[in-house]
């Protein structure tokens, strides 16, 4: 998926309708990003990969943080928009990570968006440089704009999956934690298309 194309979408139709809803139903939290607040998220973390780190496009970054939570999500789109692979390797360019007692470039508060340390970066989306990869299912059959839940999938795939999805203008909804019937009754409440 082209990164422009990514750009066109997070900030196209409807900018309050949600395009990340992520819940971790072992702890009780709930983040919804709506398209415009996603944008400014990718925008202020690929900001600083690119203006704190001086990375440039090929480098690497690792993120020090589950695959399924949402912070992961935005950092990858974040590093895919400047052309940065996104790797599991500890000898990467720069790391982001949500744990203290990790060596790493910038800890990710776990706490609330308006405690990190990314408010003070410009809201603007920066320009998209490299593509983002696109692993994981086929999509084929998910409808642009559709509402789609990434359940049955292997962990490791959700930031690719979901940037594929938002690049398609469609709502992705992620859920860590909880059993199946609280993940088909989560489905349900958050009106569900497409279950992945």
Avoid at 12 to 24: E, I, K, Q, V
Wanted: with cysteine; glycine share 6%.
């Amino acid at each position: 998926m082209n990164s422009d194309d990514l750009r066109a979408a997070l900030l196209a139709g409807d900018l309050s309708r949600p395009r990340l809803t992520w819940y971790d139903d072992s702890r009780g939290e709930r983040i919804d990003l709506s398209g415009k607040t996603l944008a400014n998220w990718v925008a202020k973390a690929a900001n600083w990969l690119e203006s704190e780190m001086g990375l440039a496009p090929g480098e690497t970054v690792r993120l020090d943080m589950p695959a399924d939570h949402w912070r992961t999500i935005y950092w990858s789109l974040a590093a895919w928009t400047r052309g940065l692979t996104v790797t599991a390797d500890t000898d990467a360019d720069a790391c982001v990570s949500m744990t203290p007692d990790t060596a790493a470039d910038l800890l990710e508060s776990a706490a609330a968006l308006a405690a990190s340390p990314l408010q003070a970066m410009a809201d603007t989306m920066p320009a998209p440089v490299g593509s983002v990869p696109c692993d994981g299912p086929t999509l084929d059959d998910v409808a642009a704009g559709s509402r789609v839940f990434v359940s049955n999938t292997d962990m490791d795939a959700v930031p690719a999956l979901a940037a594929a999805l938002i690049g398609r203008g469609c709502s992705v909804l992620v859920v860590r934690g909880g059993d199946e019937h609280a993940r088909s009754a989560r489905s349900a409440s958050e009106r569900v298309d497409v279950v992945l």
